[in-house]
């Protein structure tokens, strides 16, 4: 099959990512996976229903890598998602922009605390590679190069923090139609260039979540959401990446058997 942009990774499409991710998921949940959750949530004093959790937990899936669409990223590879410099690759803090438009489609919910969640579990989804505590000088416009690695700017400097119209419409189709989301508001989400307070407000609810996870006990809960995101993207990103002669591919798959095994086995 050939693969077209927007890209994911190499030879992968980002809408073929996303689909099989949600899927992975949707296999969780018809184990009762959500269920749990909203026992779990109740337990923390936030009564939602068991479709609430499911719809939530898709909608964080759907939405994961969206960021990678933007064109910063997207302009390393070729329209068949072949790299245009093997050497140049990184998708670095795609999560971060993933999370600032998944925040712009629940910003009439933005307060709510099943949004908090699920916008919780796509930032935090690359969190074993990332520290936002330690990466303050990403929200910092007057710092050219990062503190800690003077070989790569700040990607705030970069005229390309939007996504292209022909890559958004395939994305806004592709969502509204899979996840019953507006067409109309997908699109708007991700058609504008993200903006550096976009990311200083996102950033700020992770912060304030934490401090807050005493007097707010449901914020402890994003965890539940996370969970069904790492398992399909880890899975994912692995049959797509297998056939690649790659020790840490090969390293990773007793990591991958434990999550295929908590899906049941694959299907």
Same mark, same amino acid.
């Given at each position: ?98 999370? &600032?438009?998944?925040? $712009?489609? @629940?910003?009439?919910? /933005?307060?709510? %605390?099943?949004?908090?969640?699920? =916008?919780?579990? !796509? ?60 067409? &109309?508001?997908?699109? $708007?989400? @991700?058609?504008?260039? /993200?903006?550096? %307070?976009?990311?200083?407000?996102? =950033?700020?609810? !992770? ?61």
């Amino acid at each position: 099959m050939i693969c077209c942009k927007p890209c994911a990774f190499t030879k992968q499409s980002l809408i073929t990512h996303t689909d099989n991710v949600i899927r992975y998921v949707e296999k969780l949940i018809g184990s009762g996976y959500h269920e749990t959750v909203a026992k779990r949530l109740k337990k923390l004093n936030l009564d939602v229903s068991k479709e609430e959790v499911a719809n939530y937990i898709i909608l964080a899936a759907a939405f994961h890598d969206v960021g990678k669409a933007i064109q910063e990223y997207q302009r390393k590879f070729d329209s068949e998602c072949n790299p245009i410099d093997p050497g140049e690759t990184s998708f670095y803090l795609h999560e971060l922009f993933s999370s &600032v438009i998944l925040a $712009r489609v @629940l910003s009439d919910h /933005i307060d709510d %605390d099943l949004s908090i969640l699920a =916008i919780l579990a !796509v930032l935090n989804h690359l969190h074993a590679m990332r520290d936002y505590h330690k990466i303050r000088d990403i929200l910092n416009p007057d710092l050219k190069y990062r503190s800690f690695n003077f070989s790569q700017k700040n990607i705030f400097l970069s005229e390309l923090l939007f996504i292209e119209k022909s890559n958004s419409d395939k994305i806004a189709n592709y969502l509204s139609e899979r996840c019953r989301i507006d067409r &109309v508001l997908i699109s $708007r989400s @991700l058609t504008n260039k /993200i903006c550096l %307070d976009e990311a200083r407000h996102v =950033i700020k609810l !992770v912060r304030n979540a934490e401090e807050d996870s005493y007097k707010r006990p449901p914020m402890k809960g994003y965890v539940f959401f996370l969970l069904p995101v790492v398992i399909g993207d880890n899975i994912d990103a692995y049959h797509s990446r297998r056939n690649e002669k790659d020790k840490e591919v090969s390293n990773r798959r007793f990591f991958i058997d434990e999550l295929i095994h908590a899906l049941g086995g694959e299907q």
